[in-house]
C-alpha cells in the first residue's frame, strides 16, 4: 500500500519589490514629504495583507515576515461567562515572525 501524501498549497509570497511597486503607484509624479511616504508604506502593506485569498506572506529581508493565515472553525468552543458552547467560525489573523536582526536583538539579556 503506497503511501498517501498530501501536497501543502504554496503560500503566495510578496517582497520589498512589491511594496516598492504599489508605493511608485500611489506618488506618480507627486513630491512627497516624509508624513506621506511613511504613511503610504503602511497603507501599502496593509492594502497588500488584505488580498490575502485564502493565506499570504510579504517578507521584508532583514526585518521579518507578515503573514495572513486561515484559522479553523471552533464548533465547541466554551462561553467562558455563561458556560455555554458556541461555534466560532472560520477566520484570517495575522502573524508576525521578526527577521534574524531584530530576532538577536530581543534576546539579549536585559541590563
Do not use: Q
Not at 503602511?42 to 499570504?56: C, G, K, Q, V, W
Amino acid at each position: 500500500m503506497e503511501p498517501t501524501t498530501e501536497k501543502k498549497l504554496r503560500v503566495r509570497t510578496l517582497t520589498k519589490k512589491d511594496i516598492e511597486i504599489k508605493l511608485a503607484k500611489k506618488f506618480e509624479g507627486r513630491k512627497i514629504s516624509e508624513k506621506a511616504a511613511v504613511d503610504a508604506l503602511f497603507d501599502s502593506i496593509r492594502e497588500l495583507l488584505m488580498t490575502a485569498s485564502p493565506d499570504l506572506r510579504i517578507e521584508i529581508r532583514d526585518f521579518g515576515v507578515f503573514e495572513v493565515k486561515t484559522t479553523k472553525p471552533k464548533p465547541k468552543a466554551r462561553n467562558l461567562k455563561t458556560g455555554e458552547f458556541v461555534y466560532v467560525p472560520a477566520r484570517k489573523k495575522m502573524h508576525f515572525k521578526p527577521g534574524k536582526l531584530l530576532k538577536e536583538f530581543l534576546k539579549k539579556p536585559l541590563d
